[in-house]
C-alpha cells in the first residue's frame, strides 16, 4: 500500500515551500492524482518525465535489489554487487530482500501503480510538460534526459555515472 494522499502531500509540501525560487527535481512524488492535484495548486511545474521500462527490465532490476536494513545502503547484483556476497560493504551485516521486490509481488505493485499512475501521466500530457522516455538500459536513455533537464535546470550537465541512483 502506499502512504496515504494526504500524508504525503504534508510531508512534502513544507519542503516545497522551503525550496521556493530553487530549482528541485522530486522521484515518486506525486505517485496519485491527489498529490498531484495539490502540487499543482502550489506550484507551475516546468517538466515531468516518464520512463517506460519494460516489465522484465523492471523484474530483473528489483530481483537483483538488496538492501542493508540498518542504513538503508541499496545493492544491485547486477551493477553496483556488494564486494563480498550477501554482506554490507561497511558493517559486514547481512543484506535482506524486501518481499515485494520478490517476482511473484512485482506484477501487482506494477498493476497497482499502472492503474494510479495512468490519471497522474494523463494530467501532464494534458498540461503539455510529459517527456516520455522507454528503454531498457539506463546509460542509454540518460543523455536524452540529461539534455532535457539541462534545459531547464541551466546547470552543467551532469555524468550519468555520478547522477545515478539506485532505488
Known amino acids: 500500500m502506499l502512504v496515504p494522499d494526504h500524508v504525503m502531500t504534508r510531508l512534502m509540501m513544507p519542503r516545497l515551500e522551503h ?16 498529490q498531484a492535484q495539490s502540487l499543482n495548486n502550489l506550484y507551475q511545474l ?8 519494460p516489465y522484465e527490465t523492471l523484474k530483473d532490476r528489483l530481483s537483483d535489489r538488496w538492501i542493508h536494513p540498518g542504513s538503508g545502503r ?4 547486477g551493477f553496483n554487487p556488494p564486494r563480498v ?3 554490507d560493504d561497511i558493517t559486514g551485516e547481512p543484506l535482506i530482500q524486501h518481499d515485494d521486490d520478490k517476482p511473484e509481488a512485482l506484477m501487482t505493485r506494477l ?10 501521466i ?8 510529459l517527456h516520455s522516455f522507454s528503454g531498457t538500459e539506463t546509460d542509454r536513455i540518460w543523455p ?5 533537464l539541462s534545459t531547464k535546470i541551466h546547470t ?3 555524468d550519468a555515472h555520478q547522477s545515478q541512483v539506485h532505488h
Open 46 to 53: 516546468d517538466l515531468v518525465i516518464s520512463l517506460n521500462i
Open 85 to 87: 556476497q550477501s554482506k
Open 19 to 34: 525550496m521556493s525560487g530553487q530549482s528541485w527535481l522530486l522521484d515518486g512524488f506525486p505517485r496519485t492524482l491527489a
Open 156 to 158: 552543467q550537465p551532469v
Open 144 to 148: 536524452y534526459i540529461n539534455s532535457l
Open 122 to 129: 494523463d494530467l501532464y500530457k494534458s498540461q503539455g510538460i
Open 111 to 120: 498493476r497497482h501503480y499502472k492503474d494510479v499512475a495512468k490519471p497522474v
Open 74 to 77: 541499496v545493492y544491485n547484483m
